[in-house]
């Protein structure tokens, strides 16, 4: 799920270097989110999100997005504790990258909005995993460009290398099963430098 969250960060900076068609843009991790999904017990839905995020994109479409795992929040401080050392191995970030075609978003104008899919690669405790982000690019105005994700994107804690964190998590809250595909939704704001 990480990935799929780095993946739209990384599509929402390349967007934005196609609007100024030169320079660079910085995401605003203040005014973007990644949320994901969890299910315990079969029956119990229950929304995550990681707080800090950063990164940006060049005017040749480089994307690198970082996800700083010690942010993430599941409105349990004990389990956010758990995620961080049993999950995410006490590691800092996971960090996307990607190169997006600077020109398919080139003519879009103030207010206007497009769909866009990028090509990503999560890099998360050392395993790298590709994957593709469908996402809306929106133009806020001449220097700020907003990406979200289109519909959610679900991914498997298998593929992301982090299953053996689950089975953890999942033995110290003596719960009889956690879901091991959890959807993802992100939100990313960039600003032109």
Known sequence: MHKIITGLAAAILASSATFANA??????????SISFGSIKKAEIGETNSFSDLSGGVDADGNVMVSIGLGSVQTNIDIRNERMIEHVFGGMAAATVSAMVDMETLEGLA???MTSVT?????DLLGVETGFDAPMIAVRLSET???LVSDGMVFLSTYDLGIDAGIDV??????LPAITRTTPVTVRFVFDME
């Not at 990028?118 to 999560?122: E, G, R």
């Open 23 to 32: 320079g660079s843009w910085v995401l605003d991790g203040a005014a973007s």
């Open 110 to 112: 103030v207010g206007d």
């Open 118 to 122: 990028v090509d990503a690669t999560l």
């Open 144 to 146: 700020r460009v907003m």
């Open 169 to 174: 998590l999942q033995e110290l809250a003596s």
